[in-house]
């Protein structure tokens, strides 16, 4: 909970993390986010080409981005689509 109280508190700021942070703000291993990075899956920046570091604000976004919608918001979804064909 600790890591999740800090996260909010730096949300809105334009801090840097480096890759093994912004894994541990993820909750994903090291190795993981090389990979994300290798595939460009992730936004990153590499000032000295060496050290990898992640914008605070868009690990955010790509918290946000993979949000999922619930059962009952696809239901009500299918609803809609389906009034609107007629």
């Given at each position: 909970?600790?890591?999740?109280k800090e996260?909010l508190?730096m949300?809105?700021q334009s801090n840097?993390?480096?890759?093994?942070?912004?894994?541990?703000?993820?909750?994903?291993?090291?190795?993981t986010?090389?990979?994300?990075?290798?595939?460009?899956?992730?936004p990153?920046?590499?000032?000295?080409?060496?050290m990898i570091?992640?914008?605070?604000?868009e690990?955010?976004?790509?918290i946000?981005?993979?949000?999922?919608?619930?059962?009952d918001?696809?239901?009500?979804q299918?609803?809609e689509?389906t009034?609107?064909?007629?």
């Amino acid at each position: 909970m600790k890591v999740q109280k800090e996260v909010l508190e730096m949300k809105n700021q334009s801090n840097f993390v480096t890759l093994e942070r912004a894994a541990e703000i993820l909750g994903l291993s090291p190795g993981t986010m090389y990979q994300y990075t290798h595939r460009r899956i992730i936004p990153f920046y590499k000032p000295n080409g060496r050290m990898i570091y992640f914008k605070v604000s868009e690990l955010m976004e790509f918290i946000e981005s993979s949000r999922r919608s619930s059962v009952d918001e696809i239901k009500s979804q299918a609803v809609e689509d389906t009034l609107k064909r007629g």
